[in-house]
């Protein structure tokens, strides 16, 4: 393994969340996926997840598109030291960050993704990086026990730990949270649980064109 092929987010109504991700986000839904759910779950899951984009006005567009769908603004998009950016909650409680490191937009506003990153808020970030290293993942950027990016490949989703008291504060919520974390990775060879709880299932088979 060494990369995520996709998520699976498990939601009450998978009608209404297809419905939103589209309106919102225009996902590829080969990528983010839906699964119906009744898990009982209740405060912060434990993870966010990230459009990184290339200008200000592609988050501009993006947030306002996932709140005119049905999205609650958890923080309003905002310059700060390392980009420009905003959190918001999709109705079916799922966090999402949309972000972008540059500072002015150089092109007409477009709700163009260029990456989606999984952020994973962990008790132990080194512990949890040593586990990762071992189910075959290739570690892109590491900053001690705060943060780890693995590196990816194109077409997939880029995998990220967080401290999970640090991320629920980006997030603009509380850390408190219990049950499931209403997640699913898949990308592994076997199915496996990692230290947190977070559930990965075996790949999903890849489509091969031309």
Do not use: C
Request: net charge neutral; proline share 5%; hydrophobic share 40%.
């Amino acid at each position: 393994m060494n990369s995520i092929d996709s998520v699976t987010l498990e939601v009450a109504d998978t009608e209404a969340a297809a419905h939103f991700y589209s309106a919102a986000f225009g996902l590829d839904p080969s990528r983010v996926r839906l699964r119906a759910s009744e898990a009982p779950t209740t405060g912060f899951r434990g993870f966010t997840l990230s459009l990184v984009v290339s200008q200000p006005g592609n988050v501009d567009a993006l947030v306002a598109a996932a709140v005119d769908a049905g999205a609650t603004t958890l923080k309003p998009a905002a310059k700060s030291l390392w980009g420009y950016g905003g959190v918001v909650q999709a109705p079916d409680g799922t966090v999402w960050q949309i972000a972008t490191s540059a500072k002015k937009d150089t092109g007409p506003p477009a709700r163009d993704i260029e990456e989606i990153v999984l952020l994973l808020g962990v008790e132990d970030v080194k512990a949890s990086k040593r586990f990762y290293v071992e189910q075959g993942l290739t570690v892109g950027k590491s900053f001690g026990g705060k943060y780890v990016e693995f590196a990816t490949g194109p077409d997939t989703v880029k995998l990220s730990l967080y401290k999970r008291r640090g991320l629920a504060k980006v997030a603009g919520v509380s850390a408190d949270g219990t049950g499931s974390h209403r997640l699913v990775l898949s990308g592994a060879a076997r199915p496996f649980s990692d230290p947190d709880g977070f559930v990965w299932e075996s790949a999903v088979p890849r489509t091969v064109t031309g």
